[in-house]
């Protein structure tokens, strides 16, 4: 009875977890705002309406193209060997922190960087790099490009594990039967099948490349940046009185962001309309698959490319000696910045996977608790209940880290692993939950209902029967969750006190300082660990169910 | 009193009547509940099993062997299912499958592994135990998963349609065996079915979910 | 103005609570007392040579003194100012995570100001006598701002320009010059973008080179003749801009950036704020043999790094005998090391032991650094005011793009 008691009270001690440290932090943070002359302040700044449109432009865009991409990849290409192929590259990158990734492509892209010095001179007649502007470009594009290649293996892991609850192939056998194309027949009638599951990582998506910070800087233009670069900057400032412009500016963002919710909820609806009256005038789009197919197979394996090159690019300058412009390959290799940074790794490598894993633990128990509580009680989230849980998601994180940080240091809890986890926890829990709610409420109710029907407590049907039937989905979430926490630079560095060191804050210092040798490194450890969290999440279940069929993803 | 009762058990949805029941199965019985989609029948077998939606408002009363199951949990109520497809647990094997679905009181290892192979061999499944439940045909699939509802030694037994996804051939075997099998089991059942060719076979009682009788065919 | 060193100890002695805080001219109780200490010592973590070096200095305070030393490492120095400030204002006056800060400028001129530092305290430290206050009044004049004893010195930076050799024979001698240079190469050439640091001391290096009466620089702006003082400075930058690398479209964020384009060949002159940075990259492979260094024949400006201690930090003792071991002949003379740092020292050779001044003469200076009599004259760091005001017109002009 106790235990059923704990149960009930899961969720709102779930969302109690979520809220109170956004809020108060929030709070704290934005308190500023409203003192006497910040927005005006604000608005003084010449750079405001550009660096919105920026924050604007280069989240929408990045979304749009990384979902266009994503959910053409599946269409067009789903069960073929080019699909197989992609997803098996695209699935580690999943992991690569988002600053690694910009650092990496950064040196990839740039008139001196890589793609520029394998094809100097003898194709370009280079001798020194050219003069173009590439990366922070006033438009955003090099960050577009970043995000687009950053949340397309999110955003493809998502649909993925949100495809087998659509029973997918039953449906496009009936399209193709009516004459429908594949990708026609696919957007069609499995899409609206499988969108619900993906709204809330759609939405993230958004949210995050908005107000991304770490990627802003590496690729993101500076004449203004993007307002959530410009708010990092402000917030950083040693001339303490800019703070509460900060503040307001944390303000605008929040705004912003809310706005471009609204507009992709109104485009969902209206596309939806279209696709409705689409459907209607039975054209079957037969032609379209003969150029969409390569195209998004091409612009698949082109994001594939650039994040491995990114990725070798990093791992190659963290073992290269000399190596100047036009040399394709350093001129030889060595160890000395692993030497170099050896005694640093391994405590910061240790620290990392402590808060990883016990926040991820904490947050897998939390969402299979709120989840069961669901299934057992009908404690269902309302609509209020689940915008506490996208809040952290959703709030640019230096709007509401600082006066969470104050309120760490008031209550003695701050620079411990324990308050890092715990703020981890914030972050990580959201992730997992939007990862793991949408297999397990697909999860067939007539199992359970057989399993009562044959005697079985509501804890015998969780644990021999829902638990290791969604070990997979679990599994991917805890990783999810993980590489989130793995990511965590803000968090770690504010709630720590700088005294909590993990491979990401010093990645994170240390890419200031602009070593490509050094900072390969560390990208390459921040990346091994996540790396070998989905591994395990793929390797587990795959070794625990080897002889049954019925448990293979898409079965 | 041995058997199942529906004492005028009746569901309302919105005030209006949906199901309305009251019928005596004795052991080894079939009542068989017919009508076309959308006329109450999976409101009933809700109602029977214990599954209602809190949308729906139940009266009356439902006695498994002289004991009111009426207001019990799925679990507590000794009634088993037989669902239109076999819900066989995919991550279990044949013989997990049968094995979750063995009393607690059996104890030992070895006396389970004997319950379970003994349930297989009466299946015509002998040596299955140790099978992937995905890789079984139809017909072995159905099977199983009529053992695995009689291993758990229910005092009633409810049939949501399900010989409905069997082929031609098949079905007329499966629908025998299963009814072969309550009737040497001595077990009250509720057929569920749109089908007139499966309510006759069932040989009892035909009526709709108002509680109507049912002419089944010619 | 004018206290003397004695009246500043007396006030600080009586203003302190006895307890807990050190006192410096103690130094047998302090050593005593930090021993088994860990001193936090927030510093910039973007060069790992630095952060290698501060390791070092941590090896010796343990070997000596018992205090172990860790480097928090940060992305911007504001982020200890800011952390102190979250520290005040949630009313943590003790236990405070910063010790130590490795500080100038602005940064420190914001913690003076706001009394957020212990001490004074650099002029009790033993090593203090050392120091070369008349030769380097910059050990305590910060921007303009006396230092009170509230930071303590421990390495000299000045402005020097790097240029790669084997594309420019003969680099700018002054900020015409540059000009010059750069429309006949453009493309080659650009600066950090302020307000960081480098870029705008850049342009008050360019400042220094336009302006009439470079004394100005030492006052606070005086708003009434800002345009017309700084208008050559604009008027310079007008004609520079589109002769910049991405014709002005681009600036590399900060000092490492704007050498990782000179080591990748996308310029052709660049600057550090380090004089023997460039022959410790060469060493390390970073950037081509052929880069050299000069300095503007008017000087160039040079000023010194600091340590601080916030007014709550928890370590005090222990962040003193740091500080103090910084000063320590043999701690500088690593500094100095081109293959290690290559920063100038603070010391007063002549004050030292003939043994401890050998150090320094063993030093090779390295392939690209100039010896200190070419280093011309160190132009002292503006008042700090320009700094912002220059950065906030700069911003207006260029920071935006319209």
Redesign the interface.
């Known amino acids: 009875m106790t235990a059923d008691g704990a149960l009930r009270f899961a969720p709102r001690l779930t969302l109690l977890l979520m809220a109170v440290p956004v809020i108060a932090g929030l709070a704290g943070t934005l308190r500023p705002a409203f003192e006497a002359g910040s927005v005006a302040r604000l608005l003084d700044w010449p750079g405001l309406p550009r660096a919105m449109a920026l924050s604007m432009g280069t989240g929408i865009a990045s979304t749009v193209l990384a979902l266009a991409l994503t959910l053409g990849l599946v269409a067009a290409l789903q069960g073929g060997r080019l699909f197989t192929l992609i997803l098996r590259l695209l699935s580690p990158l999943l992991a690569v922190p988002h600053a690694a990734a910009a650092l990496g492509l950064a040196f990839l892209l740039a008139p001196s960087g890589w793609i520029a010095r394998a094809l100097s001179p003898w194709a370009t007649g280079w001798t020194q790099p050219p003069d173009l502007l590439i990366l922070n470009d006033p438009a955003g594009l090099a960050l577009t490009a970043g995000l687009v290649l950053k949340e397309v293996p999110f955003l493809l892991l998502i649909l993925i594990a949100a495809l087998p609850q659509a029973d997918a192939p039953r449906r496009l056998m009936l399209m193709a039967s009516l004459g429908y194309g594949r990708v026609a027949g696919w957007m069609l009638s499995v899409l609206p099948a499988v969108w619900p599951q993906m709204r809330p990582a759609v939405y993230a998506v958004l949210a995050y490349s908005m107000t991304a910070v770490d990627m802003a800087i590496v690729l993101g233009p500076a004449l203004p940046p993007t307002l959530s670069a410009q708010l990092v900057l402000w917030m950083t400032s040693p001339d303490l009185s800019i703070h509460p412009v900060a503040a307001a500016g944390a303000l605008v963002q929040l705004g912003l962001v809310l706005a471009a919710l609204a507009l992709l909820r109104g485009a969902e609806t209206g596309l939806a309309r279209l696709g409705c009256r689409l459907a209607l005038t039975g054209i079957r789009g037969i032609r379209a698959d003969r150029w969409l197919a390569p195209v998004v197979g091409g612009a698949g394996l082109l994001v594939v490319l650039l994040m491995a090159g990114s990725l070798a690019g990093l791992a190659l300058w963290s073992f290269a000696g000399p190596w100047v412009f036009p040399d394709a390959w350093p001129q030889h290799l060595e160890l000395d910045a692993w030497a170099r940074a050896a005694p640093g790794l391994g405590p910061a490598a240790l620290e990392t996977l402590l808060l990883a894993a016990l926040s991820t633990a904490l947050a897998t128990g939390l969402v299979l608790s709120c989840l069961e509580a669901e299934a057992r009680f009908g404690l269902k989230p309302g609509g209020g209940a689940l915008w506490l849980l996208w809040l952290p998601l959703i709030m640019p994180q230096v709007a509401f880290l600082p006066g969470l940080a104050e309120l760490a240091l008031r209550t003695g809890a701050e620079g411990s692993t324990g308050a890092v986890a715990a703020a981890h926890l914030v972050f990580v829990l959201p992730y997992v939950f939007l990862s793991l709610a949408a297999p397990w409420r697909a999860w067939d109710p007539r199992l359970a209902v057989a399993g009562a029907a044959l005697g079985a407590t509501p804890g015998r049907i969780f644990w021999r029967l829902r638990l290791p039937m969604l070990l997979r989905p679990i599994l991917t979430a805890a990783a999810v969750g993980f590489a989130v926490s793995v990511g965590q630079y803000l968090p770690t560095l504010l709630i720590g006190g700088g005294r909590v060191t993990t491979l990401t804050t010093e990645a994170v210092a240390l890419s200031s300082g602009g070593n490509r040798r050094i900072i390969g490194t560390y990208a390459m450890l921040q990346l091994a660990l996540p790396l070998l969290a989905f591994a395990l999440a793929l390797a587990l279940p795959a070794a625990l169910f080897r002889n049954r069929t019925g448990m293979r993803p898409g079965a | 009193m041995s058997g199942l009762v529906l004492d005028r058990l009746e569901v309302r949805a919105k005030g209006k009547m949906i199901v309305a029941l009251t019928a005596v199965v004795k052991p080894g019985e079939v009542l068989t509940i017919m009508g076309p989609s959308g006329s109450g029948k999976s409101t009933a077998l809700a109602a029977i099993i214990g599954t209602l939606g809190p949308e729906f408002s139940l009266s009356g009363r439902l006695v498994l062997d002289g004991r009111d199951v009426t207001g019990l949990p799925t679990r507590a109520r000794g009634v088993g299912i037989l669902f239109q497809d076999d819900v066989l647990f995919p991550h279990l094997s044949v013989g997990g499958n049968l094995a979750f679905a063995l009393p607690p009181a059996l104890q030992g290892r070895k006396a389970r592994r004997a319950a379970v192979e003994a349930a297989l061999a009466k299946a015509g499944l002998a040596g299955f135990a140790d099978r992937d439940p995905a890789t079984l045909s139809g017909g072995e699939r159905a099977r199983v998963a009529l053992m695995r509802t009689l291993l758990a030694e229910p005092g009633a037994l409810l049939l949501d349609e399900p010989f409905s996804r069997l082929d031609a051939g098949l079905r007329d075997r499966i629908r025998t065996f299963v009814l072969d099998l309550i009737r040497a089991e001595r077990i009250p059942a509720v057929l569920v079915t749109h089908q007139p060719e499966d309510a006759r076979a069932a040989g009892g009682r035909i009526i709709d979910p108002q509680g109507r009788p049912v002419q089944a065919g010619p | 103005m004018k206290m003397s060193v004695a009246a500043i100890v007396f006030a600080s002695c009586t203003a302190l609570p006895a307890l807990a805080q050190p006192d410096p001219t103690d130094w047998a109780t302090v050593l005593q007392e930090a021993r088994g200490q860990t001193v936090?010592w927030?510093a910039?973590?973007?060069?790992?040579r630095i952060?290698?070096f501060i390791?070092w200095v941590g090896d010796q305070a343990l070997s000596r003194h018992g205090v172990t030393v860790?480097q928090?490492?940060?992305?911007?120095?504001?982020?200890?100012?800011?952390?102190v400030?979250?520290?005040k204002?949630?009313?943590?006056d003790q236990g405070g995570?910063?010790d130590l800060i490795w500080i100038n400028g602005?940064?420190f001129a914001?913690m003076k100001d706001?009394g957020l530092l212990f001490g004074p305290f650099a002029e009790q430290l033993p090593n203090w006598p050392l120091v070369d206050v008349a030769g380097k009044p910059a050990t305590r004049m910060d921007f303009t701002e006396p230092t009170l004893g509230l930071e303590s010195p421990w390495a000299m930076a000045q402005l020097v320009f790097e240029y790669d050799s084997a594309r420019v024979p003969t680099p700018p001698p002054g900020a015409g010059q540059l000009l010059d240079w750069a429309k006949a190469n453009?493309?080659r050439f650009t600066y950090p973008?302020p307000?960081d640091y480098l870029g705008a001391t850049f342009l008050k290096q360019v400042l220094y080179g336009v302006i009439d009466d470079p004394d100005l620089l030492l006052q606070p702006v005086d708003p009434a003749t800002y345009d017309r003082v700084t208008a050559p400075l604009w008027a310079w930058l007008a004609e520079l801009t589109p002769a910049l690398?991405?014709?002005g479209?681009?600036?590399p964020?900060?000092e490492?950036?704007l050498?990782?384009?000179l080591?990748?060949?996308?310029i052709d002159i660049a600057f550090a704020f380090n004089t023997g940075r460039a022959s410790a990259a060469i060493a390390?492979?970073?950037l081509?043999a052929t880069i050299r260094t000069n300095v503007w024949t008017g000087g160039t400006i040079g000023n010194a790094s600091f340590v601080a201690i916030p007014y709550n930090a928890a370590h005090a003792a222990g962040a003193l005998v740091v500080a103090n071991l910084l000063l320590d002949p043999q701690v500088q003379a690593r500094a100095q090391d081109p293959d290690v740092l290559g920063f100038q020292t603070v010391l007063n050779l002549a004050a030292l032991t003939d043994e401890d001044r050998a150090r320094f003469d063993a030093l090779d200076l390295g392939i690209a650094t100039l010896a200190p009599d070419d280093l011309g004259t160190a132009l002292p760091e503006p008042h700090a005011s320009w700094m912002?005001r220059i950065s906030q017109d700069w911003?207006?002009r260029?920071?935006?793009?319209?």
């Open positions: 936090y927030h910039w973590g973007g060069d790992p952060n290698d390791a860790t928090v490492k940060l992305a911007a120095t504001a982020d200890a100012v800011a952390r400030v979250s520290e204002q949630a009313g943590q995570a910063v602005e940064n914001a706001k453009p493309g973008r307000p690398w991405r014709q479209r681009a600036y964020a900060n490492p950036a050498g990782q384009l080591a990748d060949g996308e390390a492979g970073e081509p912002a911003i207006r260029y920071g935006v793009a319209q």
